[in-house]
C-alpha cells in the first residue's frame, strides 16, 4: 500500500502462511513525525519514530522468541538536549543510559 495526500505512507506485507513481514513507513507533515516500523515473524520488531516538532527520536527494537524478551531503546530529545538508551533483556539484566547535554550529566544503571 502506497498511501500519499503529502502525508505519505507506505506498507510492505508479507505472509508465506504467517511466516509474517510487515515494514510500515508513516509521514505526517502536520504534526512534523515519520515513524518507521519493521515487524517480523521471527518474533523481531524494530521501530523508529521521529517527531520534529518535540525534536525527539525514538529507536525500539523488541525481540521474543516465546519470552526469551529482548528490549533496545534509544530515545533522543534536542529540546531538552538528552539521550536515553535501555536494554531489557529476561535473563533479569537492564541496561539505562541517560546523557544530558545541558547539565553535561550521564547517568549508568
Known sequence: ??????????MFDTN???KTTELMLDTNLDIKTTELMLDTNLDTKLMLDTNLDTKTTKLMLDTNLDTMTTKLMLDTN??????????????DTKLMLDTNLDTMTTKLM
Open 78 to 91: 534536542l529540546d531538552t538536549m538528552t539521550t536515553e538508551l535501555m536494554l531489557d533483556t529476561n535473563l
Open 1 to 10: 500500500m502506497l498511501d500519499t495526500n503529502l502525508d505519505s505512507k507506505l
Open 16 to 18: 508465506l502462511d504467517t
